[in-house]
């Protein structure tokens, strides 16, 4: 099913900050409300509601972003396990307007706590080398994470019992005057949270929240061939879920260091190579370094400063594919700046021959003359 652009509902620009996107959120919320009986619009108040639940989130506006709506669709390779139907916009409306709307509408917004929520999904910046960029590596990372608590089983209390302000349905149902009258509104419990149970004895490890944050060193292969900005999933190494949801992914996103002597273009690798005067004229063999060690070319009699020569297969492997890239030499004909005795003599002799027979030299004369 073709989705709207996030952006276009809500009518900001892709590099509306966090503020300007809270401000449309607000603007639309209220005006696509149920309630409001001039231009109320249950879809499109939905609609904000999904768009607003990425777009404030760095990470999944960062997939989003990149990938449009596939990322957070169910099955889709390299995001799976994140819906839509995740969405809980009574809680997203309650965080920004308090008790002002009721979300009962649909059946959507009277689900309690109680379902399976999958948990956050992180995003860990990694610095490589060149070298363990086009090779791959071991990492260590270390990462914060909210796992479940191992005293109460992520259920942060013992001695379970049905809320007794909410019957536990983790909601709650009032009417109050607001800018569009007299309006029923639902929101979270505030005795369990949502939950919709309560305990006799609340754990002292989690305080109550059914999750502890833990600090961890985690030990990743990197693949070959990632470069800046490339993004790897580790799978189910995230956040601990809550009721028996699954994990959240892992996310490490690459910050490649620059090589004194090559440089990257995807995975092909260019090398500026200096020659002599005499090498270039008069050609050579030349030793010359590759990522994965030196190599002897032919430099050809002639060559001039920007000739490229390509050594196929010399680049860097190409991710989740046995190719590789290649390598260009780019030659460099470094004229000296300063030179002894003999070697002017030399030069003056050269210069007594006639040097400037070729196809350039003659086009410019005849255009002087």
């Known amino acids: 099913m073709n989705k709207k652009d ?82 809980d916009l009574g809680s997203i409306f309650d965080d920004l307007f308090g008790s002002s709307f009721n979300f009962n509408f649909g059946g959507r917004g009277s ?19 060149f070298e363990e960029a086009a090779f791959g590596c071991k990492k260590e990372i270390n990462i914060d994470l909210n796992e479940e608590c191992d005293k109460c089983n992520g259920k942060g209390g013992f001695k379970e019992k049905k809320c007794s302000t909410c019957g536990g349905s983790g909601r709650v149902i009032t009417q109050q005057n607001s800018l569009f009258g007299m309006m029923q509104t639902q929101t979270t419990c505030p005795t369990c949270r949502g939950a919709g149970r309560t305990f006799e004895e609340e754990c002292n490890k989690c305080r109550g929240k059914g999750q502890i944050r833990v600090n961890k060193n985690i030990e990743v292969n990197i693949p070959e ?13 995230g956040d601990a879920g809550r009721n028996g949801g699954p994990n959240g992914d892992i996310y490490l996103e690459f910050k490649v260091a620059s090589h004194p002597l090559f440089e990257r273009d995807e995975e092909d690798i260019y090398l500026s190579v200096p020659l002599t005067i005499t090498e270039a004229v008069l050609g050579c063999k030349k030793e010359v370094p590759t990522i994965s060690g030196t190599v002897v070319v032919e430099v050809k009699s002639g060559t001039q400063s920007g000739d490229k020569v390509k050594l196929r297969g010399k680049g860097v492997k190409r991710i989740n594919s046995i190719g590789k890239g290649d390598m260009y030499l780019v030659y460099n004909v470094v004229i000296p700046s300063k030179l002894n005795h003999t070697q002017k003599d030399l030069f003056k002799k050269l210069s007594k021959t006639e040097l400037d027979n070729s196809k350039e030299f003659r086009e410019f004369n005849e255009y002087i003359d």
């Open 6 to 87: 996030f952006y276009e509902i809500l009518g900001v620009s892709k590099t509306a900050t966090d503020e300007e996107i809270k401000r449309a959120f607000r603007k639309k919320a209220k005006e696509y409300h149920p309630d409001n009986k001039q231009t109320g619009d249950e879809t499109k108040f939905k609609e904000v509601g999904e768009a607003y639940a990425i777009l404030s989130d760095p990470n999944k506006r960062r997939q989003y972003d990149q990938f449009g709506h596939q990322a957070f669709e169910q099955g889709s390779s390299g995001f799976g396990g994140f819906s839509f139907e995740d969405i």
């Open 111 to 129: 689900r309690n706590s109680n379902r399976p929520v999958r948990g956050e999904d992180k995003l860990v910046r990694v610095n490589l080398s």
């Open 225 to 237: 061939g990632v470069d800046t900005g490339y993004q790897l999933r580790i799978s189910g190494k």
